[in-house]
């Protein structure tokens, strides 16, 4: 089950639904944008109902949403929640902290990687060379198809031109897929390049401003 609000999210249930396993269920919440200051009683912000799921993600662009993840984990049924931090605006490492806290308590599994194209079927990065692990078998199924990009190049020996990309993990938002168009038909020496040219054209919706975990964008 996605929660989002707005083009960020959008994209990712995009490429989610496009490129997940057939056997996958994906349905979707738009969450309020207004919040209070103060959130005193979630349940008017909250869904009369919501789908059953396994998974909870978390892909809105608003800090307040965050608050409403374990009466949203409650209400769907959810046994596990992904709530990246691509923007500390969006999920401060206080309330990151809060979050994995709240849902402990009830016996919900958590994963705040950052950015989310750091998560991998074990961990996750929540700083620069920092690494979280987690061991939940929901969120570590979503991991084996979205997450850190893992690609599988196949060279010719004669030419050393990239003849083939396999994805294995692609980036949720389908950064990943879309840099392995490009490299098919480069050569090896010219791969580096083209990945980082690529990367960098993918029109990202992540925060692009200075973190300070990364002294660098994430």
């Given at each position: 089950?996605?929660?989002?609000?707005?083009?960020?999210?959008?994209?990712?249930?995009?490429?989610?639904?496009?490129?997940?396993?057939?056997?996958?269920?994906?349905?979707?919440?738009?969450?309020?944008?207004?919040?209070?200051?103060?959130?005193?009683?979630?349940v008017e912000f909250?869904?009369?109902?919501?789908?059953?799921?396994?998974?909870?993600?978390?892909?809105?662009?608003?800090?307040?949403?965050?608050?409403?993840?374990?009466?949203?984990?409650?209400?769907?049924?959810?046994?596990?929640?992904?709530?990246?931090?691509?923007?500390?605006?969006?999920?401060?490492?206080?309330?990151?902290?809060?979050?994995?806290?709240?849902?402990?308590?009830?016996?919900?599994?958590?994963?705040?990687?950052?950015?989310?194209?750091?998560?991998?079927?074990?961990?996750?990065?929540?700083?620069?060379?920092?690494?979280?692990?987690?061991?939940?078998?929901?969120?570590?199924?979503?991991?084996?198809?979205?997450?850190?990009?893992?690609?599988?190049?196949?060279?010719?020996?004669?030419?050393?031109?990239?003849?083939?990309?396999?994805?294995?993990?692609?980036?949720?938002?389908?950064?990943?897929?879309?840099?392995?168009?490009?490299?098919?038909?480069?050569?090896?020496?010219?791969?580096?390049?083209?990945?980082?040219?690529?990367?960098h054209q993918f029109?990202?919706?992540?925060?692009?401003?200075?973190?300070?975990?990364?002294?660098?964008?994430?």
């Open positions: 089950l996605c929660i989002f609000t707005g083009d960020y999210g959008i994209r990712h249930i995009r490429n989610i639904r496009t490129h997940a396993p057939v056997t996958w269920e994906i349905n979707e919440w738009r969450a309020p944008i207004n919040f209070p200051i103060v959130i005193d009683d979630p909250l869904p009369t109902q919501l789908p059953r799921t396994d998974l909870l993600l978390s892909i809105a662009e608003h800090k307040g949403v965050i608050e409403l993840l374990p009466d949203l984990a409650r209400l769907s049924g959810a046994s596990a929640v992904l709530a990246p931090v691509d923007s500390e605006a969006w999920l401060p490492r206080g309330l990151a902290r809060q979050l994995h806290g709240w849902l402990e308590k009830v016996g919900v599994a958590c994963a705040t990687p950052k950015p989310l194209c750091s998560l991998t079927k074990t961990d996750y990065l929540i700083a620069r060379h920092k690494r979280k692990a987690y061991s939940d078998p929901t969120i570590s199924e979503f991991a084996h198809y979205f997450g850190q990009p893992h690609l599988n190049l196949a060279i010719n020996p004669q030419t050393y031109q990239i003849s083939d990309v396999s994805i294995e993990r692609d980036a949720v938002c389908g950064c990943a897929r879309y840099v392995a168009e490009k490299l098919i038909g480069a050569s090896v020496d010219e791969a580096e390049y083209i990945t980082g040219m690529a990367h029109p990202c919706l992540a925060r692009m401003g200075i973190d300070s975990d990364y002294t660098a964008t994430p």
